[in-house]
Structure formats: C-alpha cells, structure tokens
C-alpha cells in the first residue's frame, strides 16, 4: 500500500509549477490568474506565484507559495490562506 501523504508533498510541488492561467481565490473572494511561477535558490522548487489581480489585471502581485491553502487541477483553481495586501488594495480601489 502506498503512502498517500509522502506523495501530496510531490503532487503540490508538481502543479505548482504547472499552474499557468490557474485561477486564483482567497476566503474573501477572487484574486486573480496565475501570470507566472517563480524560483529560488532550489530550480525544482518554486518559491512565488506572479498573479495578475484586478477587473483589468494590470498588476501583478508576488504570492509566497506558502500562502496556497489547496490546488483544484481539475478546475484549474489555486485557494490562498487570505488575500494578499496588493490584491486587496485593487479590488477596494474598483
């Protein structure tokens, strides 16, 4: 049998780079779409999502990857732990 939990580690490492054009939301509603996944120091690790955010989406915000609750391939959706300070200030701004 295998152990599922040693795998979710890999599985979230995997669409986390594979996530391009995820929507993104947070507990206080949409954010925005996953423009671009940022590295560190370990290239097979990411480090931050660049997520365009507004009705328009003409900023860009950094997303520490800790700050992702749970990925929904299927419905390529991403959920934050809350809305990053940037976003917010451009949805309060529409």
């Known amino acids: 049998m295998k152990n599922l939990a040693a795998e979710e580690p890999i599985a979230l490492e995997y669409w986390l780079s ?28 990411p480090e931050a999502l660049a997520v365009r955010v507004g009705i328009l989406g003409r900023k860009v915000v950094l997303v520490a990857v800790d700050e992702v609750v749970e990925i929904i391939p299927r419905k390529e959706r ?6 990053p300070p940037l976003a917010q200030d451009e949805a309060e701004a529409v």
Not at 33 to 41: I, K, L, M, R, T
């Open 18 to 45: 594979h996530c391009q054009g995820f929507r993104v939301d947070s507990p206080d509603g949409r954010v925005g779409f996953v423009e671009d996944v940022c590295y560190g120091v370990d290239p097979d690790r």
């Open 78 to 83: 991403i959920i934050l732990r809350a809305m």
